[in-house]
């Protein structure tokens, strides 16, 4: 028997991953929740989904689906909702999926309790929890993972991560936040972030630091120690509707294998520092990744022979997926001409991040297994983010990362 899951939350981003999860051969039914009913019709009339959806598969809050037998959530409601929502669900028996962040609330130490939550109610229950962070499933990383494997990068010493989105970007975040505020699950959000600023409680980009701290943590199996990091006060007035104090932020952390990292959070800053808005780099003692290239040094031999650096096809980065599960996406992503890179269809989503994610909690459940990124991991690049807040608010002051400790083997 396959998997059965339920997508709950069917707004700008859940609508991007129906799809998918109902394409992948190892799922045989799929089931359809949001508050809003147009949101579930515009899938259940589709005929793409006829074979694996039924109309009794069809539920309007979170509530409902949590009573009914499917085996696992894929949570992609709006940010603040999701990690009671992950504990919701796992307490009912469900293995959960959620969208990034773990949570992003105004208060560092209640985003922290949430880790603390997420962890112990995934332990305690045997309930799968992965956090499907994008960047962890980039090109750039995957080949990264394996470079590491290896051992090609010699000694890890040095590594970056950033997230520059600026709040005017193509992807505005003035209209990604209309939105998300715009329906009724999001309607009572602005009165409590009114709350949290007459308690004189701020955040900043670091409230949601995902996608710059995962590369690093994610590559090198590392957790932070220590960090400290500075914000730039922000001038436009979004922010202080956001209840965020500071618009950038940027923190250098002590990690527990001895390297030093450097995550940048921008969101009032034009373009980006990179190739793309997230952008990771990698420095060893042997081997570099940075901006696509590769670079490599022997420490012996003829010395014309000692370096070397080439220019990466980001198609040649990718991870191949198992011949079924690439198949039945080819069908949802459309094909490319000429079977380069991942194979015949186009990774697309995130830079090719979303077949990838999709997969992952599905294999993961399958084989009875962890995913990558479970309570543990996510719980460590969220800390980062947390702390680097707190040690910005005291003006750079340098403060422990708290960690839970390794995943359970
Ligand atoms: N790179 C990335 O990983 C990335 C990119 C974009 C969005 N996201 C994340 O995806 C999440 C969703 O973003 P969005 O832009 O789609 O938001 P959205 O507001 O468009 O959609 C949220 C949906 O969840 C539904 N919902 C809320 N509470 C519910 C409940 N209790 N039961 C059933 N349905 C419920 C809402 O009705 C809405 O349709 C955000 O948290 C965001 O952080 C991640």
Not at 233 to 242: E, I, M, N, R, Y
Request: with cysteine.
């Amino acid at each position: 028997m396959g998997i059965s899951i339920g997508m709950v939350g069917l707004g700008s981003f859940g609508s991007a991953f129906a799809k998918l999860f109902k394409a992948h051969p190892a799922v045989d039914r799929i089931a359809l929740c949001d508050i809003d009913p147009e949101k579930i019709r515009k899938f259940a009339e589709d005929p793409f989904f006829a074979d694996k959806f039924s109309p009794r598969d069809a539920y309007l809050s979170l509530d409902e689906i949590c009573k009914s037998d499917v085996d696992a959530l894929v949570i992609i409601t709006q940010h603040w909702l999701h990690a009671p929502q992950c504990v919701r669900a796992m307490e009912a028996g469900k293995h959960v999926y959620s969208a990034v962040p773990l949570v992003t609330l105004p208060c560092m130490d209640e985003i922290l309790d949430w880790c603390d939550r997420i962890i112990e109610t995934s332990g305690r229950t045997g309930m799968r929890y992965m956090l499907g962070e994008t960047t962890c499933f980039y090109p750039e990383i995957m080949f990264c993972r394996r470079m590491a494997e290896q051992g090609r990068f010699g000694e890890f010493v040095y590594s970056e991560g950033e997230y520059c989105h600026d709040v005017d970007s193509a992807d505005n975040l003035r209209r990604v936040m209309q939105i998300r505020y715009g329906s009724d699950s999001g309607a009572g959000w602005p009165r409590q972030l009114a709350d949290y600023r007459s308690r004189n409680i701020w955040s900043g980009p670091m409230d949601y630091p995902t996608h710059s701290a995962a590369g690093p943590v994610y590559v090198m199996k590392t957790h932070a120690e220590k960090v400290t990091a500075y914000g730039f006060t922000a001038k436009d007035p979004f922010f202080h509707d956001h209840t965020q104090k500071f618009s950038n932020e940027f923190a250098l952390y002590k990690m527990a294998n001895g390297t030093t990292v450097r995550l940048a959070e921008t969101r009032e800053a034009a373009g980006q520092l990179g190739n793309h808005e997230v952008a990771f780099r990698l420095m060893g003692t042997h081997g570099t990744f940075s901006e696509n290239r590769w670079y490599e040094v022997k420490r012996e031999g003829d010395y014309s022979q000692r370096y070397r650096s080439v220019e990466l096809d980001e198609k040649e980065l990718y991870d191949p997926l198992p011949p079924e599960v690439h198949n039945e996406f080819k069908t949802v992503l459309g094909e490319k001409a000429g079977g380069v890179g991942a194979g015949d269809f186009i990774p697309s989503g995130h830079r090719g991040a979303h077949p990838y994610m999709v997969h992952e909690f599905i294999d993961a459940l399958v084989h009875d297994r962890l995913p990558v990124i479970n309570a543990w991991e996510a719980a460590r690049y969220t800390a980062m983010g947390v702390t680097a807040h707190k040690s910005a608010l005291k003006d750079g002051e340098t403060l422990t990362v708290p960690d839970w400790g390794d995943a359970p083997q």
